[in-house]
């Protein structure tokens, strides 16, 4: 089967981590697979190396300075169209609203759903609903939120885990590489995401203000952030009220692929207060590296994570959820818990799953 992945970005996002892997695993099972991206800001390759056998196809995006994020949604769904070829392919799946506006009946994976106030984006968000032939849901309870919403049934394929990479770097190979962030950072609460409204970053920064009245040693890290849309406002508040409480995250921005087993690994606790998500990857990845979990109260983590994780509302919350997982006396019993809740996920059963749903379309 000719299959082509499209996503809107080379960068470690979810939904781009998601496509890779699924393509990789695709291969595995004898598929020919192409995986096209937009390369913004000169990117001529993905944030990692891809498995031998996959093609990929990098389309160039130029930045253009002081260009307003409509225009640039606009201008994404325009260049990405116009170089891509239907013809050659059996299937034509799109990971997310840009690609999914980009191409001709395509299957759309709907990763979370959103609501945006930029209007190009909300008609980019709501076309990539209505238009596409087919749709897949990574978890039940979005695919319950796009019944809701529009009549629309999806196929829920839940995402696959890279397990073992996390379990290795938590193990006693990964020992120097974890003690160089424990180095650097001491003890420390970990989230992946950056900041901006979605991951509840203003949540967390209250929930660590708390923590640090007991733990003042503690420390906070913020890894990842690299998105298309523009949370500078978001950012400002965020970084005014650290102030206000006189607290100072570490913000590390993107970190690269091979360092963030470790960084993951070596963490006390990892934060996820997410106030949309469609799965939860960055937090199943740290149940793989044994690391105790603390999500929001949403119907997704309820589904998904049940059993391995503490859940909380609010920053008391929060901040309560956090002591309890760093005072537990070894986290044996949650961390049997996460790996046999990680180990139900695994890329070639999404993979397969996608094969029989891509049969019976084509």
């Known amino acids: 089967m000719r299959i082509a992945l499209l996503t809107y970005s080379t960068r470690p996002r979810g939904s781009v981590v998601h496509t890779l892997a699924l393509?990789?695993?695709?291969?595995e099972a004898g598929q020919q697979v192409t995986v096209w991206a937009l390369g913004r800001a000169g990117?001529?390759?993905f944030f990692r190396p891809v498995q031998p056998g996959m093609t990929v196809r990098i389309v160039p995006f130029p930045e253009i300075t002081g260009e307003a994020v409509g225009m640039r949604i606009l201008r994404s769904i325009r260049?990405?169209?116009d170089a891509f070829d239907p013809s050659g392919y059996d299937v034509v799946h799109a990971q997310d609203c840009i690609s999914a506006n980009a191409v001709p009946r395509c299957i759309r994976t709907v990763h979370h759903l959103d609501e945006f106030s930029t209007p190009e984006l909300a008609a980019c968000h709501e076309r990539a609903i209505v238009n596409p032939v087919a749709h897949v849901c990574v978890s039940a309870a979005v695919a319950a939120q796009l019944h809701a919403g529009w009549g629309i049934t999806a196929t829920v394929i839940p995402n696959g885990v890279d397990a073992a990479r996390f379990a290795c770097a938590a193990g006693p190979g990964g020992a120097a590489?974890?003690?160089v962030w424990g180095a650097r950072l001491g003890r420390y609460v970990l989230t992946v995401g950056g900041i901006?409204?979605?991951k509840g970053s203003l949540?967390?920064?209250e929930a660590y203000a708390l923590l640090r009245r007991d733990m003042p040693d503690l420390q906070l890290a913020i890894a990842g952030g690299e998105?298309?849309?523009?949370?500078?406002?978001y950012r400002a508040r965020w970084e005014q009220r650290a102030q206000e409480l006189a607290v100072e995250p570490l913000v590390l921005g993107p970190v690269t692929h091979a360092e963030l087993p470790a960084l993951v690994a070596a963490a006390g606790v990892f934060a996820f207060p997410s106030t949309k998500e469609g799965f939860g990857l960055a937090a199943m990845e740290a149940l793989a590296a044994g690391v105790p979990l603390v999500v929001s109260n949403?119907?997704?983590f309820r589904e998904i994570f049940t059993g391995a994780a503490r859940f909380a509302d609010g920053p008391a919350q929060f901040a309560a959820a956090l002591m309890a997982a760093l005072a537990e006396p070894d986290g044996a019993g949650t961390r049997r818990a996460g790996r046999a809740l990680v180990s139900r996920y695994t890329w070639p059963t999404t993979a397969q799953r996608h094969l029989d749903l891509y049969r019976t379309l084509t």
């Open 79 to 81: 260049v990405l169209g």
């Open 196 to 198: 901006e409204p979605r």
């Open 177 to 179: 590489a974890r003690a």
């Open 23 to 27: 393509a990789e695993a695709l291969v």
């Open 298 to 300: 949403l119907p997704v």
């Open 43 to 45: 990117d001529i390759a």
């Open 227 to 233: 998105t298309l849309f523009d949370y500078r406002d």
């Open 203 to 205: 949540t967390l920064l």
